[in-house]
């Protein structure tokens, strides 16, 4: 079992930039397939990134405004978000699964471990 605590998120304005932080329990995470997604309000868990073997794969709406990065001392994944929208706001979650590469690393059901989200939420 490995645990994944996400945080960095909170009450910002619209234009702003925050890094959200992603740490797992275990040093064998810089071997797992990892990802960010985010749920709004109302609406279905969405693809943000995804990071395996050095390779970052962004979902296409976003890519630009999103950097994704890790720190494999740290056991910790970073998401940077820039110029943040309103529409940005969602929990955030970070996930993993104990495979090099995955094909379907932008579907939820890829993920055997999920941190409890942080929420973003982005006023206009």
């Known amino acids: 079992q490995v645990q994944l605590v996400e945080s960095g998120g909170g009450l910002v304005q619209a234009g702003d930039s925050l890094k959200l932080s992603c740490a797992a329990s275990?040093?064998?995470?810089?071997?797992?397939?990892r990802a960010w997604f985010r749920r709004a309000a109302g609406k279905e868990r969405e693809f943000v990134v995804a990071?395996?073997?050095?390779?970052?794969y962004y979902a296409d709406s976003l890519k630009g405004r999103f950097t994704v990065s890790r720190d494999n001392a740290k056991s910790t994944m970073y998401l940077e978000i820039h110029s943040l929208k309103p529409d940005d706001t969602a929990v955030y979650y970070c996930?993993?699964?104990?495979?090099?590469?995955?094909?379907?690393?932008?579907?939820?059901?890829?993920?055997?471990?999920w941190g409890q989200g942080t929420q973003v939420t982005v006023s206009s």
């Open positions: 275990s040093r064998t995470f810089s071997n797992y397939a």
């Open positions: 996930a993993a699964t104990p495979a090099l590469y995955i094909s379907g690393y932008g579907r939820e059901e890829g993920y055997a471990y």
């Open positions: 990071i395996m073997e050095g390779r970052t």
